[in-house]
């Protein structure tokens, strides 16, 4: 009898020591190895998803040149929409129609408004048709979905006498100085006036006029060549009034903002920079000084984009063509140009109010 009991209790530490659970041996066999299994089993559509997101990611990078900013973009919504899979078990190669469309719901549920719901849609249209293509899914579940129904905005522009009054701004800031003006402050206003007239003349975007190089300016021939979104190229005239500006900027203050303190530890020559606009130091201008020049020149709260709608604006007023708009701001299709066309029908209709025989009250 002593020597089963014996025998049983031997059994026992052995089971004890072996699972590592002296108190409860039996809990702990039957309950860590399911754990395991089912953490590893969350584990997963993550991991999955996030595969297919990198290689997405490398596809907008390398193939399509998309700019940093945009990628930062697809990488929330995607992200976004992985979460969202994670809690129903799947996956961005395993979604179905239903789950975009719940998505979908669930943004308008959470009170986003229409143009970031359809923000969000046309990056998921992107990834499927990647992955369609890439050969990853056989269906895209985002087909037939219709993007929600959105407001035509117009875009916002500047008058003609407000554009004015904006370009001569670091000209009338340069007078108020007077005597007391530095040359720093002084090269420093001319950049900005060079800016705001490319700005305003070539309809560029900020991320534009910040990576030009001083190689892309033809100052002689009157135009510039700017890269724009999916690193595609455009050739963008420059008025007299810029190129005026430009040379000014090019003479008397780019020298003063490209010289640079040399350390005691730069042992190596200084490269020149190859920007074209330049801030304090030969340092590169920031997305956000452009936007405080913009804000601080106009007095209201205007930002680079809306230069860029007034020079379209401006430009249908005084008679020019879509085509024209198009190519010079850059646009791949004719329909992204079209929302300047309120400009030209009210043109139109004041022509012919002014021009016609039978258009005129008797």
């Known amino acids: ?111 986003v408004d229409g143009r970031s719901v359809g923000r969000k849609l046309s990056a998921l249209r992107h990834l499927y048709r990647y992955l369609l293509l890439d050969k990853k899914i056989e269906h895209d579940p985002t087909l037939d979905i219709e993007s929600p129904r959105q407001w035509k905005v117009l875009p916002k522009s500047l008058a003609q006498d407000e554009m004015e009054s904006t370009l001569a701004a670091p000209r009338r800031r340069r007078d108020a100085t007077g005597i007391e003006e530095t040359k720093e402050s002084a090269a420093l206003a001319i950049r900005d006036q060079a800016m705001l007239e490319v700005l305003y003349a070539g309809a560029l975007r900020v991320s534009e006029i910040v990576d030009a190089n001083l190689e892309d300016l033809k100052l002689e021939a009157g135009y510039m060549l700017v890269r724009g979104k999916g690193d595609k190229e455009r050739v963008v005239p420059l008025g007299k009034s810029a190129q005026g500006a430009l040379a000014e900027y090019l003479a008397h203050s780019r020298p003063v903002l490209a010289a640079r303190k040399r350390r005691s530890t730069d042992s190596a020559p200084l490269k020149a920079s190859p920007l074209l606009f330049l801030a304090r130091g030969a340092h590169r201008l920031t997305r956000q000084r452009v936007w405080q020049m913009v804000r601080a020149a106009s007095g209201r709260k205007a930002s680079p984009h809306m230069l860029r709608h007034s020079c379209a604006t401006h430009m249908v007023e005084n008679g020019a063509d879509l085509r024209t708009v198009q190519t010079i701001l850059g646009h791949a299709d004719i329909s992204t140009t079209q929302v300047y066309t309120h400009v030209a029908l009210d043109r139109l209709r004041t022509v012919y109010q002014k021009h016609h025989p039978r258009a005129k009250a008797r």
């Open 1 to 111: 009898m002593r020597t089963a009991r014996s025998a049983t209790a031997i059994r026992q530490r052995l089971v004890n020591r072996l699972t590592g659970d002296v108190l409860h041996p039996v809990r702990h066999f039957s309950t860590r190895p399911i754990t395991r299994i089912l953490n590893l089993f969350l584990t997963m559509p993550a991991e999955i998803s996030s595969r297919v997101l990198s290689s997405f990611l490398d596809y907008l990078r390398i193939e399509k040149g998309l700019a940093p900013l945009s990628i930062g973009a697809y990488t929330t919504d995607i992200r976004q929409f992985a979460e969202f899979l994670e809690k129903r078990r799947r996956t961005l190669l395993t979604a179905r129609r239903i789950e975009v469309r719940e998505f979908l719901q669930e943004l308008f549920a959470n009170q």
